[in-house]
């Protein structure tokens, strides 16, 4: 991988001074700003700082990587990375902020418009007490190994295995850190799925759950590329979608290699994580104290070498 062997410092710009809370603040207000006009990008930001963290948060993500079977892992990112460094170019004249701590922002910022959403209640702050001092790459190039992204057809024990290699998560993390699917959707444009997870699709809640206990499933190939896509069809409401890699936490799922699922899931075995799925459906509160533990944590994996992060 570039990363091990071109050495840290190339890769790595250093962050001279950080910024002021009261420039933090204007940070804040422009990633508002951008939310206000273009609420699409809530689930698009809380997506694009999981691909940027992949590997350590640092303001870059390739999105040509490409990988075995033409996936693009990073595909439909595009939008957001072009919005938020339209508007950094702007930041830059008044703030000394890296841009991988400006996205790490407007992320923690996009998930609090969708919990004020869900709730309607400004007391429901999440919270997230951030750090900052991220350093960005300087080559555009970061993580240059699809494998490293997860895989949306894999069944539980590659995608627990995958949340313990890539973040450190337990399964209990693994699970409350894929409820930010309860935000966006699937595109045929670019990953190839089709669909949203929940109705409200840009509030922060335990809906995703919800879904997943309580629909009837039916796996079908939605064709929207040549190649088979496999996911999983609410019966009668064929907006709303599961990957493989959401439907094993709660049914343990054999899928092949296109991600095909031959038994009815009445028929197959409950996963080891259902419970986890129970409990966070039961209780929103608790799902969202996980899940912030979960992604405050994602937002402060560094690349190898990096320097610690601070608060403000
Ligand atoms: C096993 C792990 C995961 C898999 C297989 C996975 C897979 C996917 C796929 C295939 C899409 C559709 C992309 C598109 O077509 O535009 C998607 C969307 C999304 N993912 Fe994940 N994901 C995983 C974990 C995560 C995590 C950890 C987060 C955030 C912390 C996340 C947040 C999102 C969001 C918010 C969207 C919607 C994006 C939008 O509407 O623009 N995902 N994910």
């Not at 190649?227 to 049914?251: H, V, Y």
């Amino acid at each position: 991988m570039l990363r091990i062997i071109i050495p840290v410092l190339l890769l790595i710009s250093t962050v001279s001074a950080l910024f002021t809370a009261s420039e933090l603040e204007v940070v804040k207000n422009l990633c508002n700003d951008i939310l206000d006009r273009k609420p699409v990008l809530i689930a698009g930001f809380v997506r694009l700082i999981f691909h940027d963290c992949v590997g350590g948060c640092d303001g870059c993500v390739n999105l040509n990587l490409e990988n075995w079977n033409g996936d693009r892992p990073n595909a439909g990112l595009a939008t957001s990375i072009s919005v938020l460094n339209g508007k950094y170019v702007e930041l830059q004249q008044t703030v000394n902020i890296s841009r991988a701590d400006f996205w790490a922002t407007c992320s923690v910022e996009a998930l609090e418009r969708a919990r004020f959403l869900a709730t309607n209640d400004m007391s429901k702050s999440l919270n997230i007490s951030m750090l900052y001092g991220r350093a960005d790459c300087i080559l555009e190039l970061t993580t240059t190994n699809a494998d490293r992204f997860p895989n949306p057809r894999a069944g539980l024990a590659e995608t627990l295995a995958w949340c313990n290699n890539t973040f450190n998560f337990n399964s209990t993390w693994c699970v409350a850190i894929l409820g930010a699917h309860t935000l966006g959707q699937a595109r045929p444009s670019a990953s190839g799925f089709r669909g949203r997870w929940v109705a409200d699709a840009r509030h922060l809640n335990n809906a995703y759950f919800q879904d997943l206990r309580d629909k009837r499933w039916l796996q079908v190939n939605r064709k929207t590329v040549a190649d088979p896509r496999w996911q999983f069809q609410a019966r009668g409401q064929s907006m709303f979608m599961m990957l493989n890699a959401d439907m094993c936490l709660l049914r343990d799922i054999q899928p092949d290699s296109a991600g095909r699922v031959v038994d009815p899931l009445d028929a197959t075995p409950e996963s080891s994580t259902k419970d986890d799925v129970e409990t966070f459906a039961d209780d929103n509160e608790e799902w969202i104290r996980v899940f912030k533990a979960a992604f405050k944590s994602i937002i402060e994996t560094l690349p190898d070498g990096a320097a610690p992060l601070e608060s403000i």
